[in-house]
């Protein structure tokens, strides 16, 4: 698998359902949104842009993604918002096109232009590396199933400060579709979690 591969998989709406450990106060908090990645090849509008945001080759691009999201977490005070959009370009490394550049419009921890380093790991997880000016994240999606994308990250925030999030975003997809007739199949007993899925 590649990146692109990974990111066409990930293509569709998700609901995801988060649970975020406050390290330091040894309290969880849970929350869920909806997410919904679309696929973007190379060549797309976007992704030139994106290269030229961060004065990169866009002929070095082989793709990227628009993502957009909207949610809630318990804690939330009127004036938060956790809705928004981002676009990034995915830029391989020329001798391991498993790894790479991840340019974004916007980052996960700061909303600024950042860069960031992805890799696809030996079990084919995408694995997303993120340094900030005041922090950094460390972000891993794998898939359980074709519709069940999880994902884990943790943010290190300079000072000490840290949450470390799990989520698990269950595909939204249409009855009548013949992806959503394979995910009703039923599956081997022995791939479930202790948790059912």
Known sequence: ?????????????????????HLPFRRAELGGSVIVVEALEAEHPSVVEICQLHSVDPA???????????????WDKEDENHEGETVFALVPDGENPKTGQLLRERGYAEI???????EIDDDEGLLLTTEYETMSSIERFWFAN????????????????STASFCAETRMVDRSSPLAAAASQPTDPIALSAFGW
Do not use: C
């Open 112 to 118: 600024v232009p950042v860069i960031g380093r992805y």
């Open 1 to 21: 698998m590649d990146v692109m591969d990974f990111f066409r998989l990930s293509a569709g709406q998700w609901n995801s359902q988060r649970t975020t450990h």
């Open 146 to 161: 074709p519709n069940l994308r999880l994902r884990t990250s943790v943010v290190k925030r300079f000072g000490g400060f």
């Open 60 to 74: 070095l691009a082989v793709g990227g993604a628009l993502v957009t999201w909207k949610g809630e977490m318990a």
